[in-house]
Each structure stands twice: as C-alpha cells, then as structure tokens.
C-alpha cells in the first residue's frame, strides 16, 4: 500500500493492481472505491494513517462494482454502518442482478502472456473466498447527497465499461475520481498514460471510448484513476488530445 496526496483533501491509496481514495475535510471522510477483498486490511489501515477512525467514513462512494473497487465494503458496512452509494444502474449491479466483469474463460485467455500469467494469479490471490459477493446495502445517491459529502461531489455517468459506470468529480479542488472509465495504466497493458482498460474488461468499448472522451469536458485538473498512477500536471491538455483521439 502506498498512500500519495494530490490535492489539499485527497489521498490516493495503491494497493494490488487497483487505487481507492480517501478524502477528507472538515466533515469527515469519504472513501472513493474499495479495492479488492484481499485489500481490505489496507483500505482500513489507510483511514487510519490518514490520521482519522472508522466512525469518520461519511460513505462509500462506487465507481462500479466490480471486485476490485467493492473489496473492503463488507468490513466498512459491518464494522461502521458506512452507507455505499453508486450510479442508479451500478446499483442492479452491486446487488448482482446481473454481472458485467471477465469471465472465467476470458482470464484463462491472459494465461498466453508472461505479463497476463502473474496479473492472473495476482487477481485470483486478491479474490480468493470472495469471487460471489454482493453489494446489498448498495443505493443510488442524489445529487444533494453527493454535495453533502466530505469533498462534495457530482457524479458523472460513464457507462461503457460497465452499464452503470460512475465516475465522481469533485468540483472545490478540481479532482476527477474516473475509476475505469479512463485509467493511465494496468499489469496486462503495454503502455501507461491516458487510456481505456484493454477491451476484455469493457462491456461496451465504443460506449467506454464515447464516457472516456467526455470528461476532457468538466474542466478537472487532477485525475485519480481506478489503476495507474494519477495525474496532476497538465491534465486538460492530456484530457483534451484524448478527446481527440
Ligand atoms: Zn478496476
């Protein structure tokens, strides 16, 4: 786990393959995704180090639900009563209602490259005992919610890389919460800067490319991505090449 502040409220936590983010004001905390379940002793140690306690976490905010981002929110529900939000649609997928994420046989299909062998035994180690679990307590939050939280937030529908995508700006400190909607690298991709997720991972990838481009449009000027390192310099010319991509 390695903890990096890029704004005045906003902790970026790395942990296995995948980021969260605490931020944190005068009205507690908000934690941005979760990481994977094999996480959630980090996700709890990085409030913690933070220098707050579990009963500050305000909410959990979802990007989507994918095990990834909604690993440590059975121990936050359980151990801090924490509401989980997400976008009106993520919440069907939470629940599992249905399920938009790599199949079984679409991993098996990484196996062919060194890079995909460890992401895959990496992914299984992260999930182990947890590849079934749910999001019950999962539900769609109002945009006078959001604003409410720690930080304050609007939410940005970005579906594509799943249905329900939600992507959360922070508007006081410019600071984008993309998740995989736009991501600056992954262990299976050959590059990192801007990008979307390689296309296994993406529901609908000309739905993913279309959300991806959209954000150059909010004007952020930090971006903490769901993997890869965030960016802090730069950023509207970065989002606006993409755009044009
Ligand atoms: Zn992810």
Same mark, same amino acid.
């Given at each position: ?32 995704? $979760? ?25 959990? #905010? ?9 690993? /440590? ?25 249905? #399920? ?20 895959? /035994? ?15 307590? /999962?539900?769609?939050? @109002? $945009?006078?919610? #959001? *604003? ?32 995989? /909607? ?27 490319? $279309? ?5 150059? @449009? #909010? ?17 509207? *010319? ?8």
């Amino acid at each position: 786990m390695k903890i990096d502040q890029v704004s005045d409220s906003v902790y970026v936590v790395a942990g296995t393959n995948v980021n969260w983010a605490l931020v944190s004001d005068d009205r507690g905390v908000t934690v941005v995704d $979760a990481g994977y379940p094999a996480d959630t002793a980090a996700v709890l140690s990085s409030v913690s180090q933070i220098g707050h306690q579990l009963g500050d976490i305000a909410a959990v #905010l979802v990007t989507h639900a994918h095990l990834d981002h909604i690993g /440590a929110i059975p121990a936050l529900v359980e151990r801090a009563g924490v509401p989980v939000y997400t976008g009106a649609e993520e919440v069907r997928h939470a629940k599992r209602e249905y #399920l938009q994420q790599i199949t079984p046989l679409q991993m098996v299909g990484q196996l062919g490259s060194r890079r995909g062998a460890v992401w895959v /035994a990496q992914t299984l180690r992260a999930c182990v005992g947890h590849i079934g679990m749910s999001v019950p307590t /999962a539900v769609a939050a @109002d $945009a006078e919610t #959001l *604003a409410a939280l720690p930080g304050g937030f609007v939410a940005v529908p970005t579906p594509g890389h799943t249905n329900g995508h939600t992507a959360y700006f922070m508007p006081s400190e410019g600071v984008l919460f993309s998740g995989d /909607a736009l991501v600056t690298g992954h262990p299976i991709a050959r590059e990192t800067g801007l990008q979307l997720l390689p296309g296994v991972f993406n529901h609908d990838e000309p739905g993913a490319l $279309a959300s991806a481009r959209s954000l150059a @449009d #909010l004007g952020a000027e930090v971006m903490v991505p769901g993997h890869g390192l965030p960016i802090r310099e730069d950023l509207p *010319a970065l989002l606006g090449a993409f755009a044009k991509s």
